[in-house]
């Protein structure tokens, strides 16, 4: 597992990437290009700690991914004077047929597009970095890593939802899990941390940002996740709801909500967004604080579900040694992490330090008391470098 890997994350209108040391275990640069289909598309463009803007004009994502080409040339590293191991591609769904990353041919394409009614909003963007990369480099091993791999290790009892076998069958209707890469790396971590064998730790990673989801890892295996068929099950996320009654469609279509503003409202209006008009947790946190009667009901709502996965996830794995925090709010708010663990001391023997709390702010930190039996941690998640790192590895054909 060595060598450079451009990480390649393509959304609807937006295209990340990271040109990854897989050796360094560090970036060589980054950036984004946003807006694309927009008449002004904008990028920016991050090396060794400067980032250069830049505006233009990009159609699709073939005008993107060549905007990305021409910003490494003239920032720097021109990838045209590098020997690239493998472009890594973040894949939202893999549905039942991907439990690992896996090297990019026509049939792997062909079956990423008949994954697309699973993920009508991502994979098509998927494809669309797929395809231009595959067109731009011909010669460098294509890799797929998926969201939803490190989750098909889901008991059946887990995954199944309990709906009539047509739906189940033919409609693939059943529990996928996002933020697989995330879940697999900090439950890793975690793992390393306490000096237990991987096969030996079990752990909650709860993967807290603009999407959250919760996960219980038994031996380094995921055994249950919150989110399901899409992304929007579980936990109270920054435009989605998380959990909802499944009447809710038929209740709005009987006063004449159309599926589309449905499908619209629950992606991008819900979760925090709809309780207090914003997806920032940062200024959620700043109105609870100064008082804001509505941020404290929508910051209850969050913790109050948080600690709801917390307690079924330490029954779902028997015996729990880690809870960890990722991602932006987990990394970064004391608050929820205080919230969403008070008085679990009795019941669960997880107990937080608060000085250690309110201290860990950023990189990798305990933040339980010495008396817990649990280990509370905050770990920074790096999904682009285990992207890499896969598809480093693949490429190698390991
Ligand atoms: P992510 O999707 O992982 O980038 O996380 C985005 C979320 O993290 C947003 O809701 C941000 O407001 C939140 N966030 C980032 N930094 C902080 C911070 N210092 N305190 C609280 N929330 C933060």
């Not at 207090?276 to 929508?298: C, M, P, W």
Request: with cysteine; aromatic share 6%; hydrophobic share 45%.
């Amino acid at each position: 597992m060595s060598g450079l890997v451009l990480v390649v994350n393509a959304g609807s209108s937006s295209l990340k990437y990271d040109l990854i040391d897989v050796d360094a275990g560090a970036s060589r640069a980054s950036g984004v290009v946003e807006r694309i289909g927009e008449p002004s598309s904008r990028a920016k463009h991050s090396v060794d700690g400067v980032d250069h803007r830049i505006e233009g004009t990009c159609a699709d994502h073939g005008a993107a991914f060549e905007l990305l080409i021409d910003a490494f040339r003239e920032h720097g590293p021109d990838l045209a004077g590098l020997d690239l191991t493998a472009v890594g591609h973040r894949v939202v769904h893999g549905g039942a047929d991907f439990s690992a990353p896996t090297r990019i041919d026509d049939q792997v394409e062909a079956t990423i597009e008949r994954l697309v009614p699973l993920a009508p909003l991502h994979n098509p963007a998927n494809l669309e970095g797929i395809r231009v990369a595959r067109a731009h480099f011909p010669d460098v091993p294509q890799v797929a890593v998926f969201d939803t791999a490190f989750h098909q290790t889901l008991p059946p009892h887990a995954y199944t939802y309990a709906v009539n076998r047509t739906w189940r069958d033919e409609h693939r209707v059943r529990r996928y899990g996002f933020h697989g890469t995330s879940h697999a790396y900090v439950s890793r971590r975690a793992a390393e941390l306490l000096g237990l064998p991987v096969p030996e730790a079990n752990v909650i990673v709860l993967h807290l940002g603009n999407g959250a989801s919760a996960t219980a890892v038994a031996g380094g295996r995921s055994v249950d996740t919150s989110m399901g068929l899409s992304p929007l099950e579980g936990l109270v996320m920054g435009t989605r709801p998380g959990d909802l009654d499944p009447s809710l469609p038929a209740h709005l279509s009987r006063a004449g909500v159309s599926l589309e503003d449905y499908d619209r409202a629950l992606n991008k209006e819900s979760g925090l967004k709809g309780l207090i008009g914003t997806n920032d947790f940062r200024e959620l946190e700043e109105r609870v604080t100064s008082g804001d009667v509505e941020a404290g009901l929508a910051f209850d709502v969050v913790a109050h579900r948080l600690r709801k996965y917390i307690g079924a996830y330490a029954a779902v794995l028997g015996r729990v040694d880690a809870v960890a925090f990722t991602a932006g709010i987990g990394e970064h708010s004391p608050m929820l992490r205080a919230a969403a663990l008070d008085g679990l001391a009795d019941l669960f023997g997880i107990e937080v330090d608060p000085a250690a709390n309110e201290a860990a702010m950023s990189g990798e930190h305990r933040i339980s008391t010495a008396a817990s039996r649990v280990a509370v941690l905050v770990i920074p998640t790096a999904e682009e470098l285990e992207i890499a790192r896969e598809a480093a590895a693949v490429a190698a054909g390991a």
